[in-house]
């Protein structure tokens, strides 16, 4: 018999990339947002604070400024195109760049 693997809470949450992905509008996380190219630029600096976290060169005080400030120009560049889309992305990223920034600290 093949062992089956537990699924729990965890197991079925994006992983912080996609959630990145979808900001930028591609591959299969594509949100449906047309370009914009300030959302995908405040994407790629998602990307480099997840950098960061995962090379553990960013302090807890730093993390949350990085993420107050792109979350709000995030949703600043957004404008009236696909608003609610783009928060609830930026709001899911919050969180899960949160657990990643917990999980290389412990």
């Known amino acids: 018999m093949t062992e089956q693997k537990k699924l729990n809470f965890e197991n079925q949450q994006p992983y ?3 959630l990145i ?3 930028e509008n591609k591959g299969a996380s594509s ?3 047309p370009h914009n190219k ?3 630029e405040n994407a790629e600096r998602y990307r480099e604070v997840l950098k960061q976290i995962r090379s553990k060169n960013k302090t807890f005080e730093d993390l949350v400024y990085d993420l107050h400030l792109l979350n709000h120009q995030t949703n600043q560049a957004a ?3 696909q ?3 783009i928060a609830k992305i930026v709001h899911a990223l919050d969180i899960f760049i949160m657990k990643e ?5 412990s």
Do not use: H, T
């Not at 920034?101 to 600290?105: D, E, G, M, S, V």
């Open 16 to 18: 912080v990339e996609m």
């Open 101 to 105: 920034y917990n999980r290389y600290r």
């Open 31 to 33: 949100s449906g947002i």
């Open 38 to 40: 300030e959302v995908m």
């Open 21 to 23: 992905d979808a900001l």
């Open 83 to 85: 608003s609610y889309r």
């Open 79 to 81: 404008g009236d195109n």
